[in-house]
């Protein structure tokens, strides 16, 4: 059973290019979330999602940021524009309830945006 | 602000000696919390979680302890070994909100040999 998968692994994008990060949550999974991580810092979440439908999104800046989990697919995070302090890296996690619960909580190994 | 936070953001250990990790919280509807281990390059792995109706909860090597008068919760690693060496958070959530992780800055543990 193979764990939460993420790609890219590194991202390089110049500033006001298009970035796009895939999630594909574990087998069996339907919840989805996705968190960012500044250096020397903790998480931070961003938004949670199930299949087709986003259930919170506070965490997520209100512009140029999209997330989405379609009925068939990865769940994607779209940055439009990106800008340099949009550096960082971007963690998914998935689990079979919504809750996060630690056992049944499982990351990805992230990817790693850097905008130059 | 963030919920959680931790005393310091590294710790030296001598390989084989004990552990302990610390972590703060502000929010006293908090009642959940999970630490979380991370490798370099790698997402947070679940270590061990507690509620808060619990004081002190054991692993395999691993005891966590909270203290809710303080609001205060640590980790403590028994014979720390050299892949011990990580970044370590704390992590938690409140009822009302199950899904969402608050996370603190972490501390980098690193095993002296």
């Known amino acids: 059973n193979a764990g939460v998968m993420q790609n890219p692994r590194h991202l390089v994008r110049r500033r006001g290019q298009e970035a796009r990060l895939r999630c594909s949550p574990m087998k069996g999974h339907s919840h989805v979330y996705w968190y960012r991580q500044l250096p020397e810092e903790g998480l931070k979440f961003m938004v949670y999602?199930?299949?087709?439908?986003?259930?919170?999104e506070s965490g997520m800046p209100k512009e140029r940021f999209s997330a989405e989990f379609p009925k068939e697919g990865p769940s994607i995070l779209r940055i439009q524009q990106v800008v340099r302090g949009d550096s960082a890296a971007y963690f998914c996690?998935?689990?079979?309830?919504?809750?996060?619960?630690?056992?049944?909580?499982?990351f990805g190994s992230g990817t790693q945006l850097s905008v130059l | 602000g963030e919920s959680v936070g931790l005393h310091l953001p590294t710790l030296s250990v001598q390989e084989g000696d004990n552990s302990i990790i610390n972590c703060a919280y502000s929010n006293s509807a908090s009642d959940y919390f999970i630490w979380y281990k991370q490798e370099s390059g790698k997402g947070p792995q679940f270590i061990i979680d507690?509620?808060?109706?619990?004081d002190k909860r054991q692993g395999q090597r691993v005891t966590v302890l909270l203290n809710k008068t303080v609001k205060h919760l640590s980790l403590q690693i028994a014979a720390t070994q050299p892949g011990d060496s990580a970044v370590y958070f704390c992590a938690d959530h409140t009822g009302s909100n199950d899904y969402k992780l608050s996370f603190g800055a972490g501390t980098t543990v690193t095993v002296r040999a």
């Open positions: 999602l199930q299949k087709e439908n986003i259930i919170d």
């Open positions: 507690i509620r808060s109706n619990m």
């Open positions: 996690a998935s689990s079979p309830l919504g809750q996060a619960e630690g056992e049944k909580l499982f």
